[in-house]
């Protein structure tokens, strides 16, 4: 089956800066890959996904970039702010089988 | 309009006891997903519906482990003779109807097996 790995698990930036988050998977099935966003004590939220068509994805200062001959998806978050501090997790689902494989998580806190 | 619920919020059981959980989706949303998520871990997914069958099964961690839905909306994840291991958040995600379609997560249900 699929599996879902994401690096770094921690990242603590300056507010300002960017951050990065990668996510590399294993089946060249996987076909869309969306981007959550936990704050704690909290559900998980859709930020941003990308479509296995589409190479770049981008929504103010949040991106997603895709690259499918390497199976690797990163989130490119820029001019952080302390509000962007939460656990982000990266997920891959395969064609039309609505099964998702979740990363394990990146906890990220920008200091102000 | 109302977004997915969960219930209970919290539930505390002993050992060996049955536990039962339940989603409410999104109204008109055909797909529903139940995932787990340990203490500081990622997701991992359980289950998914599509109206009220699950064509996979093969995510849940034992034969302990069951889930059904009806109506295609309400589904409730039953857990028979409660382990430890078995402590975690649950979580119910539901969207429109593909698995590209946005997914929306409930607050959970936080269960603590003594």
């Known amino acids: 089956g699929e599996n879902v790995e994401q690096h770094p698990s921690t990242l603590s930036v300056q507010e300002g800066d960017s951050a990065v988050i990668k996510c590399t998977y294993s089946d060249s099935a996987s076909n869309y890959f969306p981007w959550y966003k936990q704050e704690l004590g909290k559900r998980p939220q859709l930020i941003i996904d990308?479509?296995?068509?589409?190479g770049e994805k981008k929504d103010q200062r949040i991106a997603v970039t895709l690259n499918k001959t390497a199976k690797h998806f990163s989130l490119h978050i820029t001019e952080t702010q302390p509000e962007d501090s939460a656990v982000y997790f990266c997920a891959a689902s395969i064609g039309n089988f609505n099964k998702f494989y979740f990363g394990s998580g990146t906890k990220l806190n920008v200091k102000p | 309009g109302a977004g997915v619920s969960q219930s209970p919020s919290n539930k505390v059981t002993e050992k060996g006891k049955d536990v039962e959980l339940r989603c409410d989706p999104i109204?008109?949303?055909?797909?529903l997903y139940w995932y787990r998520q340990s203490l500081g871990q990622g997701l991992e997914f359980l289950i998914y519906f599509q109206g009220n069958s699950a064509p996979d099964k093969s995510g849940l961690p034992s034969d302990r482990f069951s889930a059904e839905r009806t109506g295609g909306s309400v589904s409730t994840l039953t857990i028979q003779r409660t382990q430890q291991e078995d402590s975690a958040v649950y979580l119910c995600?539901?969207?429109?109807?593909?698995?590209?379609?946005?997914?929306?997560f409930g607050p959970g249900t936080r269960l603590t097996v003594l």
């Open positions: 995600a539901s969207s429109l109807s593909h698995s590209t379609d946005t997914q929306y």
């Open positions: 990308i479509r296995s068509n589409v």
């Open positions: 109204s008109g949303h055909t797909a």
